[in-house]
């Protein structure tokens, strides 16, 4: 009988399935609240919370809530933490999903990849088995572009990252490269039929939207030539960081010429004393120093760094060519 | 009837050149809440957050629905909900204030007085949105109403709502794409090339349209209009007159840059894939 008395909740985490998780459904409601909240406060960044519900292999995102601006203070921050289970109190009092589900943040030229990102992942992951975060960019949306983006963590490399294993070997028996870090989720939209009814009824007659107008504008160069900076920028970085490798490497194979002369000696001496017939002394000594382990420097930053600089080149990619498209467009209108 | 002093009259503060302009969100916000509604309430109600632009426009931006409950003559809205997300929304944006109320519904309705007197204390002439949501007449009607006091002589005798010209056109929301926002649902976001693919079609059939009206003027098959005729001459005219190699240089200018760019993000890429390839070769060796 014992048996027959498990809890809901047992059985529902033991039995459970993990479907993994393969679209993101997010509301208009959410988008909205999401470009207003971080087209009004950039270019600083913020975040906010996203709520919803997780259903099988898609994650519902129905609602979410800004944060203030964080400030590095102990008293606002235990205000922040009220602030949001207020919030989540409140909403649920009107009926508004009270499930956390992820957060989102607003982004400079898509330059979102750091350390900090993975550390708010892990905590959030501690607490909700599935989540997402959601990456706004407004400055690339003075494009005509909508610059939303859910991402989550790769499995493989959430494991790494829980043991802080960032040597080459563990990343090689892993086969984990840098574009392994982060997984880019699908996005759908979804809105409810009443919110369809009421966008139908407003959408203005004219056939031309601002999105129109700010995809076909021509100046493009301010947002190309930031990217080419940070770009540069990251590269800087990039060599930093494969200049500390060398620095290691070097060391180790130093190193290891050194373990190498100490164990020809080690047995010529053993050679010469079992000729003697005396016994051999031990062929390691872990007292000396030439025997201790050069610490590897961990892969993270560079990885990250990578990632960073593959997001610039495909930025570049997309606005060069919505530039050719407007180029060949000026031609062809000019020529008529 | 000239000897009696008492005057019938509307005290009407600026409400003459008033006007609100709502975001798009704010009508979302409102639909999602009327969803969500509790199973016995007819009608959701709400505060609405904004700013009032320089001009006197009413800039509605941001809204949260309100508890509340409402029988046939009385009306109990949960103010401390009001006050707590107040605060709340306070916190992230200072600047938004309360401008008003929204309800659910079409036009105004009785109990809707009692809650108006209760916003005015909160904020001086707020604005009164209301969203048809049940589409009674058939359409969404979405209308903005201020409060006007009428009193005969110094005795309060009702409050008038007048109706203010509302701003309907939603450029955030054209921003996004009514593509994304008006169907239930979008399985893709569209990429940077097929928003562009699109904008382009558009465009072109925007051109068709006017050759189109231009030959059937020209064929005497339509009566010319000189407003769309000095339209049209406007846009031909406000294409920069460039002699044709200047042009050309300009044109093959910026698709150099371009074409420069486009290299050295691929040298970059292909330079990665190379240092991840020469990273593991030197673990393995």
Partial sequence: ?336 | MASEHTVLQFSSSSSASLSAKVHPLVIFNICDCYVRRPDQADRVIGTLLGSILPDGTVDIRNSYAVPHSESSDQVALDIDYHHNMLISHQKVNPKEVIVGWYSTGLGVTGGSALIHEFYSREVSNPVHLTVDTGFSTGEGTIKAYVSVNLSLGDRQLAAQFQEIPLDLRMVEAERVGFDILKTTMVDKLPTDLEGMEASMERLLALVDEVYKYVDNVVEGRVAPDNNIGRFISDTVASLPKLPPTAFDKLVNDSLQDHLLMLYLSSITRTQLSLAEKLNTAAQVL
């Fill in chain 1, 1 to 336: 009988m014992a048996n027959m008395a498990r809890s809901f909740l047992q059985v529902a985490a033991t039995e459970e399935v993990a479907s993994p998780l393969r679209v993101v459904q997010i509301e208009g409601l959410v988008i909205l609240k999401i470009i207003k909240h971080c087209k009004e406060f950039s270019p600083a960044l913020v975040t906010g919370q996203l709520l919803g519900l997780d259903v099988g292999s898609v994650l519902e995102v129905t609602n979410c809530f800004p944060f203030p601006i964080r400030e590095e203070d102990e008293e606002i921050e235990a205000e922040g933490a009220n602030y949001q289970l207020e919030m989540m109190r409140c909403l649920r009092e009107v009926n508004v999903d009270n499930n956390t589900v992820g957060w989102y943040q607003s982004t400079l030229l898509g330059s979102y990849q750091t350390v900090e990102l993975i550390e708010t992942f892990m905590n959030y992951q501690e607490n909700i088995r599935r989540c997402v975060c959601i990456i706004y960019d407004p400055s690339k949306s003075n494009q005509g572009v909508l610059a939303l983006k859910a991402l989550k963590l790769s499995d493989s490399f959430m494991e790494l990252y829980r043991n802080n294993n960032f040597t080459g070997e563990k990343l090689r028996e892993k086969n984990l490269s840098w574009v392994d870090i982060f997984e880019e989720i699908p996005i759908k939209v979804s809105n409810s039929a009443l919110i369809s009814a009421f966008m139908t009824e407003l959408e203005a007659d004219s056939p031309v939207t601002q999105c129109d107008y700010d995809r076909l504008k021509l100046s493009t160069n301010p947002f190309l030539e930031r990217n080419v900076e940070f770009l540069i920028e990251c590269m800087d970085d990039l060599s930093m960081d494969q200049q500390k490798f060398q620095y290691y490497y070097r060391n180790l194979s130093r190193q290891q010429a050194q373990q190498q002369a100490w164990l020809q000696k080690r047995r010529a001496e053993n050679m010469a004393r079992r000729a003697a017939g005396e016994d051999p002394l031990p062929e390691e000594d872990p007292s000396n120093p030439i025997f201790k382990p050069v610490p590897e420097p961990s892969r993270l930053d560079s990885f990250l760094i990578t990632n960073q600089i593959s997001n610039y080149c495909n930025q570049i990619n997309g606005v060069a060519g919505q530039s050719f498209c407007r180029l060949y467009l000026m031609k062809g209108l000019h020529e008529n």
